[in-house]
């Protein structure tokens, strides 16, 4: 095609939004890329390298929600939330790497080797934490109890 | 001639209800994914008998004709309305076609905070979807009267009602019943989805109701419920409508 | 003939936008201060960009967004790789097409969502049933409208490429598909509204991440501004799919071929 013509297809709103789109995809996925290493801590970066799967603590900068933990439920076990920081367990050390990439979170780093209550920690975030519609469904594809109708909060006691 | 139109309509129903029963009793498939069309057929009559099919159809078709009801002339009047003040359309116009966008469902949670679980919220979301696309259409309709026309009833010495009356409203009513017709589709189904969701009757209630105790036949005998009475709709009330406006006004020719 | 009170200058247009978001937005900021309602029953503007602020912090509505996209685009180009040409090949024999008419016209009535109840019977509560209720609900309309586009294309044509020696699929290229797309457009983008619908509606009902699930859960716990936040995106959404994908397709196929017959 002549130039012209390749200059008047990319004016055309569909194709300069897709443009854009992809564009800002890439250029995302680059970002997150890139920013993922300085998220974990130096000591944990050392024992991914000789260990497949760690227990870590993952600190964010707001107290999480349920979105998060379910989000964590997908890459370990959640032993216990304190404040902003989440206990994480039997991670691979792939899952790590995957979780450092989320922008959210400010840093992973590994956990004592001291296990944790796990029952009423849980409690410990302040504030109001939607413990939400605590049905399965998300990546993994769990299949629990179907949904209360609307107004009844499920799962809010753990 | 008559029979062969029915023959062709229903031999395909025929044949997908002969098909099924083979798959089903084939038993390759267990009974709670795919019951047989005997067992489906054996759950409908029950239903029927004691009355909870009735019920819950009653309540469905109950909402949509108070939604339709109540949204259709407010709709129609607010359009015809605005669209006679240039700017205001010009406004109006991307604002409703924004809330257009605003599928039905989506304002089911906060209908739900405002009106609490029950027929009201539901009843809401139907009222909504049938208001704006209605409402939309005619503003559209209305604005697309070629001047002309109005102004050759000015000239005649028409009143500003007859102009509404005899010029634009006809002029809009091919927009309007299309707008009618989307609106039915889309209402029904934000309908069917928020009675699975917030209240506990209607037909929406039934098949999900029923998902919760796996039986699937309940389930099939809703789904029929639901599609054979769309298709009643638009057979008994939008062609009818569709061919004595639209057709009538000398315009698009309703299709299928 | 001109289009009626359609006309109206560019400047204009934009001045009583921002006229209508200001009284809108500041109408809006009034009743939430000034009506006697609980708090979470109408939350001022304001609360709803903290939700927005919140949400985009702590990588929710992201992920949420990203989460139904993908949904609502793989059921587009399944309807598109698979609904459209079994729509041609259904419309190119007459018996066929006859035969299969009811059955798509009964089959497009029932949404994907009347479907769901059945798919938590055989898939429970996860992403499967939500994919097929969603690719469902798209693929309906557009193999009933691309059967419809072949059936619509004047017998004429086809015969007027055979007389000048045509093979079959020189007329299937040159005339079925070409004539058919302005039918295959429309029943994409109703397709896709129907789809991006029964999408929010799926998720409010399987409890997966994504909008629908968003503004549902929101609710139980009167978190309103995420529920008007959501909402908002929502439409915005759908707005932006139709105006930059679909009516684009739609203007293109149907100004191009001239004349829609439906």
């Known amino acids: ?158 | 001639m008559r029979a062969a139109t029915v023959l062709r309509g229903t031999l395909p129903f025929a044949v997908l209800v002969g098909a099924w029963a083979l798959v089903a009793g084939a038993g390759a498939v267990p009974a709670m994914f795919l019951p047989p069309p005997a067992d489906v057929a054996r759950v409908a009559w029950e239903l029927a008998r004691d009355g909870a099919l009735a019920l819950h159809v009653a309540a469905s078709l109950a909402r949509v004709l108070v939604a339709v009801a109540v949204s259709v002339p407010l709709a129609v009047a607010l359009g015809v309305l605005v669209a006679l003040h240039r700017r205001l359309a010009a406004v109006a116009e991307p604002i409703v076609a924004f809330f257009n966008a605003l599928s039905g469902i989506a304002w089911l949670p906060l209908a739900v905070t405002w009106f609490g679980l029950g027929w009201a919220s539901v009843t809401f979301i139907m009222f909504n979807t049938v208001f704006f696309l209605v409402f939309f259409n005619t503003l559209v309709g209305v604005r697309l009267v070629p001047r002309l026309f109005e102004h050759a009833v000015l000239t005649l010495g028409g009143s500003r009602r007859h102009v509404i009356l005899h010029v634009l409203l006809p002029g809009a009513l091919p927009s309007i019943v299309t707008g009618l017709r989307l609106s039915l589709g889309f209402g029904w189904r934000a309908l069917i989805a928020a009675e699975m969701i917030a209240t506990s009757t209607g037909l929406g209630f039934l098949i999900y109701n029923a998902a919760n105790f796996h039986q699937s036949d309940t389930i099939l005998v809703g789904i029929v419920t639901i599609g054979v009475l769309w298709l009643l709709t638009d057979r008994l009330v939008l062609q009818p409508l569709e061919r004595r406006t639209i057709e009538r006004w000398g315009l698009v020719a309703a299709g299928s | ?262």
């Open chain 3, 1 to 262: 003939m001109s289009g009626g009170r359609a006309a109206t200058g560019r400047w204009e247009l934009a001045a009583a936008w921002a006229f209508v978001l200001g009284t809108g937005t500041a109408a809006w900021a009034l009743a939430a201060a000034a009506l006697p309602l609980p708090a979470y029953y109408l939350p001022p503007p304001t609360a709803v960009l903290g939700a927005l602020a919140e949400l985009v912090v702590k990588g929710i509505l992201p992920l949420y967004v990203a989460e139904s996209l993908r949904r609502i685009l793989l059921a587009a180009l399944v309807a598109l790789g698979v609904g459209v040409p079994l729509g041609l090949l259904l419309g190119m024999s007459r018996r066929l097409a006859d035969f299969a008419y009811p059955l798509l016209n009964f089959f497009q009535s029932v949404s994907g969502i009347a479907w769901l109840p059945l798919m938590l019977v055989w898939f429970g509560f996860g992403e499967r049933t939500i994919l097929v209720a969603v690719n469902y609900t798209v693929f309906f309309p557009v193999i009933f409208n691309a059967m419809l586009g072949v059936r619509s294309v004047p017998r004429l044509y086809v015969d007027a490429l055979r007389t000048l020696g045509a093979s079959r699929g020189r007329i299937v290229r040159d005339v079925l598909v070409p004539g058919a797309l302005p039918a295959i457009a429309t029943g994409m983008r109703l397709g896709l509204a129907y789809g991006w619908r029964a999408l929010i509606a799926a998720e409010m009902l399987v409890g997966a991440h994504g909008l629908g699930f968003m503004i549902f859960s929101a609710q139980a716990f009167h978190l309103t501004a995420r529920i008007m936040l959501g909402m908002g995106i929502i439409g915005l959404l759908w707005v932006v799919l139709d105006y930059v994908l679909l009516r684009p397709l739609e203007e293109a196929t149907i100004a191009r071929w001239g004349l829609v017959q439906r």
């Open chain 1, 1 to 158: 095609m002549r130039p012209r013509r390749v200059v008047r297809l990319l004016r055309h709103r569909t194709v300069a939004f897709l443009l854009a789109v992809a564009v800002a995809a890439a250029g995302w996925e680059l970002f997150t890329a890139l920013a993922a290493p300085r998220r974990l801590d130096p000591a944990l970066a050392a024992r991914l390298a000789r260990e497949p799967v760690v227990s870590v603590t993952v600190t964010l900068g707001f107290a999480p929600e349920d979105f998060h933990i379910r989000l964590f439920q997908a890459h370990g076990v959640v032993r216990g939330v304190r404040g902003t920081t989440v206990l994480l367990d039997r991670v691979r050390a792939e899952d790590v790497r995957r979780l450092a990439r989320y922008y959210w979170i400010r840093r992973i780093a590994a956990a004592d080797l001291v296990e944790t209550p796990a029952a009423g920690a849980r409690s410990a975030a302040g504030g109001a934490e939607p413990a939400g519609n605590d049905t399965g469904g998300g990546p993994t594809g769990r299949t629990p109890t179907p949904p209360a109708p609307a107004a009844l909060p499920r799962g809010t006691t753990r």
